[in-house]
Nanobody, 124 residues
Framework: EVQLVESGGGSVQAGGSLRLSCAASGETIGMCWGWFRQAPGKERERVAT???????RHVDSVRGRFTISKDTATNTLYLQMNSLKPEDTAMYYCAADRRTWVCYDVAVRTFTYWGQGTQVTVSS
């Protein structure tokens, strides 16, 4: 069983930075990893993915500001968020899936394994 535990959320002012972490346990070799977010009243949004071979993708709204990465030694997924904007305010979720192709289909928002979420609030 794969378990994901996020941390690192908080409240910051616009222009600030946060780094989200997602500690993974269980058998996770070769999986697709992702960060998603959901703001109140809005659909879940796919923010970034990390595929085997360290292939990364970021949604246009965060490209150049957010960076997804993964520490293989500690099996921890990160999302470095810089130049935060009020519209980045949301609950952020870490997710993983054994179907590596989901990393390459931006329409997929239903990964198999999910963390509990961590709140990010950006004030203007």
């Amino acid at each position: 069983e794969v378990q994901l535990v996020e941390s690192g959320g908080g409240s910051v002012q616009a222009g600030g930075s946060l780094r989200l972490s997602c500690a993974a346990s269980g058998e996770t070799i070769g999986m697709c990893w992702g960060w998603f977010r959901q703001a109140p009243g809005k659909e879940r949004e796919r923010v970034a993915t990390f595929a085997p071979g360290a292939v990364t993708r970021h949604v246009d709204s965060v490209r150049g500001r957010f960076t997804i990465s993964k520490d293989t030694a500690t099996n921890t997924l990160y999302l470095q968020m810089n130049s935060l904007k009020p519209e980045d305010t949301a609950m952020y979720y870490c997710a993983a899936d054994r179907r590596t192709w989901v990393c390459y289909d931006v329409a997929v928002r239903t990964f198999t394994y999910w963390g509990q979420g961590t709140q990010v609030t950006v004030s203007s």
